[in-house]
Every structure is written in C-alpha cells, then in structure tokens.
T-cell receptor, first 112, second 118 residues
Framework: SQELEQSPQSLIVQEGKNLTINCTSS?????LYWYKQKYGEGLIFLMM?????EEKSHEKITAKLDEKKQQSSLHITASQPSHAGIYLC????????????FGTGTRLQVFP | DSGVTQTPKHLITATGQRVTLRCSPR?????VYWYQQSLDQGLQFLIQ???????AKGNILERFSAQQFPDLHSELNLSSLELGDSALYFC?????????????????FGSGTRLTVV
C-alpha cells in the first residue's frame, strides 16, 4: 500500500467550481510538497509546507498542513481549464532524509 | 525549461536489452534523484546521488544501476529489460543532499524519459 494516500483519485469539475484534494499519511510528515504534472510531462513545484497549521497560497491554489502534520489539503478556487492535470503530494518520512516519497496522485479535469 | 535535462525523451527497445538514461541537473544542484512512474505503481523513488556518491536507495531493482559523474550529470542504466520496466523515468535535482531540510523550492524535475519495452 502507498505511504501517502490521495483522495479523490480523479476529479471532474466544471470551470469556475471550487475543489479540494487531500493527502493523508499514517505517520508524521516532514516537509510536504505539492506538485502538478501535465500528462506525460515533468512535475512542476507548487508549494511546500513544513510547520503544522501552515497555510500557503499561490494565485487560486491554497495548501494547508494540519496541526498533527499527517494530512494536507490542496484547494483550488474558481477552477480553470489550465488547472487540469495530475496533482501529487510528496513528503519526507523523517527529519534526516531528503528523499521524497509521493502520493498516489489525483487526476483533475476541468470542463468549460 | 526546468533546468534539468533528460535524454532521450523517448526510447523503445526490446526485452533483454540494456539502455542508459542520462540526466543533467540544474546548474548548482549537487543532488540527483531518479524516479520511476508507472500507471500501477505511481511515482517511485529509485536512487539518490549527492556530489558523486550514492546517498539513498529506494525500490531499485538489481538490474538497474546509476552513477553520478564529476561534472554532476547522472546516468541510470537499465539492463535485462522486461515488459514491466516500461515507464516514465524522471530525474530531479536539488541543491543539497542529506540535511536539506525542506528545500523551499522543492526538487526540480526533468521532463522525463518514456521507456517502452516491447
């Protein structure tokens, strides 16, 4: 089983709608990253959260890391077709490693 | 352009063959990470090199090996290829190795090499 579970696995929304993607771990996360991937292309860094309770926003995308640092959510406001792609969360498993493990991914489609 | 260069972009080869994937990290980055992405396994960490030395190992098969050269570029060698090795192989780079606590820029990924084994 995956160490990082994302939900939902896929999402189809109408343009303009809000949506949330979750990333859940059974263990404490050290450094939580959100990436976006267009189909068959490389990963684009979105943002990184480290402290419990931390929240960051970039344009219409907001990410939060819960207090216990075991779950993160990515919220997109007023979705646009340009938001379509695969969203992946990544995390360090311990303080002493910079190896990133990744979640299962959420495929987002936005239709007009 | 992310600054991480991977070649070739596409590779089609037969079972049993050996291939080499190449990665040039972003200028100034000392760490290189290799990942495999397949439909059923998602994005899996294979191996990390830092300044020429192996730093961390993940789910890398014995048929696979990697190295990082003095100019910091890295190569991933895949041998005795099987159909199940068909996947996207990504290289990523970052400034530091162990101890890079939450690189605030994240890792920079290349655009990947799509390997198809027939």
């Amino acid at each position: 089983s995956q160490e990082l579970e994302q939900s939902p696995q896929s999402l189809i929304v109408q343009e303009g709608k809000n949506l949330t993607i979750n990333c859940t771990s059974s263990k404490t996360l050290y450094g939580l990253y959100w990436y976006k991937q267009k189909y068959g292309e490389g990963l684009i860094f979105l943002m990184m959260l480290q402290k419990g309770g931390e929240e960051k926003s970039h344009e219409k995308i907001t990410a939060k890391l819960d207090e216990k640092k075991q779950q993160s959510s990515l919220h997109i406001t007023a979705s646009q077709p340009s938001h379509a792609g695969i969203y992946l969360c990544g995390a360090h498993r311990s303080y002493n490693t910079d190896k990133l493990i990744f979640g299962t991914g959420t495929r987002l489609q936005v239709f007009p | 352009d992310s600054g991480v260069t991977q070649t070739p972009k596409h590779l089609i080869t037969a079972t049993g063959q050996r291939v080499t994937l190449r990665c040039s990290p972003r200028s100034g980055d000392l760490s290189v990470y290799w990942y495999q992405q397949s439909l059923d396994q998602g994005l899996q960490f294979l191996i990390q090199y830092y300044n020429g030395e192996e730093r961390a190992k993940g789910n890398i098969l014995e048929r696979f090996s990697a190295q990082q050269f003095p100019d910091l570029h890295s190569e991933l060698n895949l041998s005795s290829l099987e159909l199940g090795d068909s996947a996207l192989y990504f290289c990523a780079s970052s400034v530091m190795g162990t101890g890079d606590r939450g690189n605030r820029e994240g890792y920079t990924f290349g655009s990947g090499t799509r390997l198809t084994v027939v």
